[in-house]
């Protein structure tokens, strides 16, 4: 098997691929740095240098993996950016910031895969329970929320494409997790949580495509 990670410097991307390798998986991993390259090199990745916000170089990523036959595919590029507890207006920065490493991103990089799936591949995209609108309950962090439900909207669509191409296409939420972005006082380590999502991922089937999903494989109101 050959799993595709994006953005696996830190955080449950990191997690992902350690685990994936540990199982003796080949992974190939991004990191926008190259402290974050020599973090997944020493895990055993084939580190592959990638800044999802900046054009160019996803421009030049395509290049760098055509030829090859992923089965699975994690979009885990994402920040959380301002933590607002209300309706306050983001900068222009914050929301360029953060809509290009959650939603831009995936848009530039998920359509470079097409004819570079396995068949049955699984591609997920790590979105979080705070996109959901239909079971939204709260307004905190609403810069991310916003960018996170556009992420599910860019999954649906490429789920459409890919889905009749073979592939199982699905929005993840990993829980919330004990990392830089969800605090320490979260419930969920790292590692339960992508060994969560490494198990759902090798189950999932046709009939997911498309879906919206907690870790443990219980469905999320879009």
């Not at 020599?38 to 030049?60: H, I, M, Y």
């Not at 929301?95 to 959650?102: C, I, P, R, S």
């Not at 995936?106 to 004819?115: E, W």
């Not at 962090?141 to 009749?164: F, H, I, Q, T």
Request: aromatic share 6%; charged share 20%.
């Amino acid at each position: 098997m050959t799993v595709l990670l994006i953005g696996a410097s830190r955080g449950i991307g990191y997690e992902l691929g350690r685990q994936y390798r540990e199982e003796g998986r080949r992974v190939v991993a991004t990191a926008r740095d190259e402290r974050g390259l020599a973090r997944l090199g020493e895990l055993g990745c084939e580190a592959v240098p990638l800044d999802v916000t900046e054009a160019a170089s996803a421009a030049g990523f395509g290049w760098r993996i055509d030829g090859e036959r992923f089965e699975v595919v994690v979009y885990c590029a994402g920040l959380y950016g301002p933590r607002t507890a209300a309706l306050e207006p983001p900068s222009m920065h914050d929301f360029d910031l953060v809509m290009h490493a959650n939603v831009l991103g995936a848009m530039r990089i998920l359509p470079v895969l097409q004819g570079l799936l396995a068949e049955g591949a699984k591609v997920a995209v790590l979105s979080s329970v705070m996109g959901s609108i239909g079971g939204r309950t709260g307004t905190s962090g609403w810069l991310y929320r916003a960018s996170k439900a556009a992420l599910n909207s860019v999954l649906k669509d490429v789920s459409l494409v890919l889905g009749p191409q073979g592939a199982v296409c699905v929005a993840l939420h990993p829980g919330w997790v004990a990392t830089d972005m969800g605090g320490p006082s979260a419930p969920l380590t790292p590692e339960r949580s992508a060994a969560d999502l490494r198990a759902l991922l090798a189950r999932l089937g046709p009939q997911d495509n498309g879906r919206f999903l907690n870790h443990d494989g219980s469905a999320i109101p879009w």
